[in-house]
């Protein structure tokens, strides 16, 4: 898959939570942008006194890539204050365009996969892979039974990004667990899976298994540590965790 450059024009925009924003792009040179769930691009830019700079996204995409590339390109930008790409993304008016490349990244589902079970964990803007993967993990759940846990760290409801999205796809799909754990306040009327703490308090209650299980880790980098030594801990070895860490960048 080949790395490229490209204009990136602003269809759309929607506030996330209080902090974090969605992004909808279409590439400005009319090609697709032919990706793999769970890898990420670059946006370029430059600081004020001229200097060249990038931050990387995640895509949030969710495409059904039996179809072919997908048009729309989906990303979460987290508001720093003070930043410099916060300051670009929130003065972007909607058909402007921003300078980008890739896709970058290996943070995937892998087609040589034969596990029983992915545990996926992630915090803030670190569960976008996750959402852009749904359709993937649709069809694993449908071919040969995989089973899914996606634990979201979150520090209250309103900022627990595609929430209602996963929420949904767990209803639909008996073989996905959602489970959201808030570690500053609880939902009202809170789902029977929602726990109270941090992501890497509540792993262990899902027993992971070095025979069936395949670990991914994505967000703070805190937490991608503190889970990575808890499930090699529970016995899974090094190749059966995929980590991304998020180190947040103004």
Known sequence: MAIQHFPLKLVSRRMLAPTVGHYTFVRDDGQPLDYIP????????????????????????????????????????????????????????????????????????????????????????????????????????RQRGVEVVLLFGARTPVELLYGDEFRAFADKHPNFRFVPCFSRELPENAHPDVRRGYVQQHLAEFAPDLA??????????????????TLKECGLPVPQIRREKYVSSK
Do not use: W
């Open 38 to 141: 769970g890898q990420f691009i670059q946006v370029h830019f430059q600081y004020a006194d001229g200097t060249a700079t990038k931050r990387s996204y995640s895509l949030a995409t969710i495409h059904d890539h039996a179809l072919g590339p997908g048009e729309a390109v989906e990303i979460a930008v987290s508001y720093v204050p003070g930043g410099a790409a916060t300051a670009l993304f929130e003065g972007l008016d909607i058909g402007g365009t921003v300078d980008a490349s890739g896709p970058f990244g290996r943070f995937c589902l892998m087609p040589a996969d034969s596990n029983k079970r992915y545990l996926l964990i992630g915090t803030g803007t670190g569960v976008t892979p996750y959402r852009a993967m749904l359709p993937q993990l649709e069809t694993l759940m």
């Open 212 to 229: 069936h299980d395949i670990a991914y880790l994505c967000g703070n980098p805190n937490m991608v540590d503190a889970c990575f030594e």
